[in-house]
Nanobody
């Protein structure tokens, strides 16, 4: 069974940066596409970024393009989300997710079989 554990969340001022990490265990990391989603209070889960199994393709939500970067280190079984120029609207719980199969549907939360417990990111104005 896949286990995902996020870390790196916290409180940061607007304009600041954070790097989230997600440690993967239980299966072969390099065969899984990885995604980051977020959920703010009272809102649905929102796609943030995804990276395919080979790190050859990435996808981003329009709201984070140019500010966030997703990457993966297969030697460490870890996926990262570097978040720069943070805004108060980025405040949310951030969740790591893993899937196999097609990468084309990486923006759809329902396509992911495995989820972490989340890490909170709070951006103050």
């Amino acid at each position: 069974q896949v286990q995902l554990v996020e870390s790196g969340g916290g409180l940061v001022q607007a304009g600041g940066s954070l790097r989230l990490s997600c440690a993967f265990s239980g299966r072969t990391f390099s065969t899984h596409h990885m995604g980051w989603f977020r959920q703010a209070p009272g809102k649905g889960r929102e796609f943030v970024a995804a990276i395919d199994w080979s790190a050859g393709s990435t996808a981003y939500a329009d709201s984070v393009k140019g500010r966030f970067t997703i990457s993966r280190d297969d030697a460490k079984n870890t996926v990262y989300l570097q978040m720069n120029s943070l805004k108060p609207d980025d405040t949310a719980g951030y969740y790591c997710a893993a899937k196999t199969g097609y990468f084309a549907d990486c923006k759809e939360a329902r396509r992911y079989a495995y989820w972490g417990q989340g890490t909170q990111v709070t951006v103050s104005s």
